[in-house]
């Protein structure tokens, strides 16, 4: 019985030392949460993060990377002009979206750069946006937007000064 007794606590041991893996359970990803994005100082980390602010719904994030003078532009289809907003308006309705949705995955693809300086960069990204509201209520959107990324020197962070949406919807 000491044997059998040994042998169910070693088992035991074995199993929470390795974790009791399962073959047949995917593994948790929690790539995206111990991902840092890095220096603000490379445009892509840029992207990285405001991917991350929109993944975790995070205003405050997202606000650091927003110019004091940010403004969001895009086209009304329905009346046929163009329309923006500032940066108030910008924090505004991003928490409310955040508030609203049950979950935001914002991937970033092509891109490409339109002109860049030491103190200004402007890009032209792609994206794929997919909202849920809940289980059964999902949006994807695919979309282009053009940023202009300012900086006072070359060894400060981006802002976005910049958000252009060119999406057709």
């Known amino acids: ?30 790539e995206l949460g111990q991902q840092s994005c890095g220096d603000l100082r490379q445009i892509e980390n840029i992207f990285c993060t ?13 606000g650091s990377l927003l110019a004091s003078d940010f403004v969001f532009i895009y086209t009304d289809y329905d009346a046929l ?3 923006n907003w500032g940066r108030e308006d910008e924090m505004r309705l991003t928490y409310s979206m955040f508030q609203s949705v049950q979950s935001l995955s914002l991937i970033w693809n092509r ?45 400060e962070q981006w802002k976005i000064l910049r958000w252009h949406d060119k999406s057709n919807f």
Do not use: Q, W
């Not at 169910?8 to 593994?27: E, M, T, Y």
């Open 50 to 62: 405001f991917r991350n602010a929109y993944s975790f719904k995070d205003t405050t994030v997202y």
């Open 111 to 155: 891109e490409i750069p339109i002109s860049e300086s030491d103190t200004s960069t402007t890009v032209e990204r792609g994206y794929n946006l997919t909202v849920a509201f809940g289980p059964a209520d999902i949006v994807r959107v695919d979309g282009v937007a053009e940023f202009l990324f300012v900086r006072s020197g070359p060894d």
């Open 81 to 83: 002009v163009e329309r």
């Open 1 to 30: 019985m000491r044997v059998f007794s040994f042998a169910a606590i070693l088992a035991g041991f074995s199993c929470v030392h390795v974790s009791c893996l399962n073959p047949f359970a995917p593994r948790l990803d929690t």
